[in-house]
């Protein structure tokens, strides 16, 4: 299995911004579709997008789309998850989370065999 460390998390505003990276270590991500879930308080983790190892096929949960955007470095084994014009319902630990390499990524979790530890976003209204 490869590990996974996400970073980038922290405390904004409604209308702010920030990316979440995804590193790996251990085995090289270059092969392994990958994406991001989250969990907020009291509530099921959903998925929230998805890349594919190529970087041909993404997937964006509706409530985050057009807003938010998946990216790949393969050279450094990194994913990152741009997040735009955040709202308070954006609020959740954020998981990056490592699989197959499946042509489509997948929205289900248990499609994915790693996990990162996850990192906290809040946004204030």
């Known amino acids: 299995q490869v590990q996974l460390v996400e970073s980038g998390g922290g405390f904004v505003q409604a209308g702010g911004s920030l990316r979440l990276s995804c590193a790996a270590s251990?085995?090289?991500?270059?092969?392994?579709?990958v994406g991001w879930f989250r969990q907020a308080p009291g509530k099921e983790r959903e998925f929230v997008a998805a890349?594919?190892?190529?970087?041909?096929?993404?997937d964006y949960a509706d409530s985050v789309k057009g807003r938010f955007t998946i990216s790949r470095e393969n050279a450094n084994y990194t994913v990152y998850l741009q997040m735009n014009s955040l709202v308070p319902e954006d609020t959740a630990v954020y998981f990056c989370a490592a699989g197959p390499p499946y042509g489509v990524p997948p929205r289900t979790d248990a499609s994915y065999n790693s996990w990162g530890q996850g990192t906290q976003v809040t946004v204030s209204s």
């Open positions: 251990g085995r090289s991500l270059r092969y392994s579709v």
């Open positions: 890349i594919s190892w190529s970087a041909l096929n993404t």
